[in-house]
């Protein structure tokens, strides 16, 4: 099975600010990462795919990189609405996710 | 529009037995792979089924192969997860996720969950 390891779990930003998340897989996995969007009380929602693939209607400001093992998610310009859990997918081998990251603005 | 509703989330006690469903709108339901998903207490996500979209191949981890079985009704545009020999840890928000992309899928859609508590 194919292990993803995401960090950080919590990170803090200023609105305007930039973070930057990353997944390490257990193995290559060929690009195939996806990037979610999680706020409570509603279902993930899908930001990007193929490693840098933006979902129609996802602002710019929510990028993706990658390839072998290590994959990094980024969002720039904060806003207010980014408060949210972010999640990795790895869909080369069945399914994995990473475990998260809760990212808070300060 | 894409919709994906689940329902049927209940307070099981161990060993027990429930079945979910999801009703899915805004799509042509028979021509997409569709999933279902779980978030612990703890928050993490776990892949718990797959099924193609005739219905004639399905996937699972093996957390759950052997007591978890995927289903849907084509003809009804619904999803189910009949899942048997419930354990404390099977606990979750159940969601189902529609399979996007080609030979790789991830999910592209996502319902609102619906929860299970296994516990005497």
């Known amino acids: 099975d194919i292990q993803m390891t995401q960090s950080p779990s919590s990170l803090s930003a200023s609105l305007g600010g930039k973070v930057t998340i990353t997944c390490k897989a257990s193995q290559d996995i060929n690009k195939y990462i996806a990037w979610y969007q999680h706020k409570p009380g509603k279902g993930p929602r899908l930001l990007i795919h193929?490693?840098?693939t933006l979902q129609p209607g996802i602002p710019s400001r929510f990028s993706g990189s990658g390839s072998g093992r290590d994959y990094s998610f980024s969002i720039s310009n904060l806003e207010p609405e980014d408060i949210a859990t972010y999640y990795c997918l790895q869909y080369d081998n069945l399914y994995t996710f990473g475990g998260g990251t809760k990212l808070e603005i300060k | 529009e894409v919709q994906l509703v689940e329902s049927g989330g209940d307070l099981v006690k161990p060993g027990g037995s429930l079945k979910l469903s999801c009703a899915a709108s805004g799509f042509t339901f028979s021509s997409y792979g569709m999933s279902w998903v779980r978030q612990t207490p703890d928050k993490r996500l776990e892949w718990v089924a797959t099924i193609s979209s005739g219905g004639s191949y399905t996937y699972y981890p093996d957390s759950v192969k052997g007591r978890f079985t995927i289903s849907r009704d084509n003809a009804k545009n619904t999803l189910y997860l009949q899942m048997s020999s419930l354990k404390s840890e099977d606990t979750a928000m159940y969601y189902c996720?529609?399979?996007?992309?080609?030979?790789?899928?991830?999910?592209?859609?996502w319902g609102q969950g619906t929860t299970l508590t296994v516990s005497s």
């Open positions: 996720a529609r399979r996007g992309g080609n030979s790789r899928g991830y999910f592209d859609y």
């Open positions: 193929y490693t840098s």
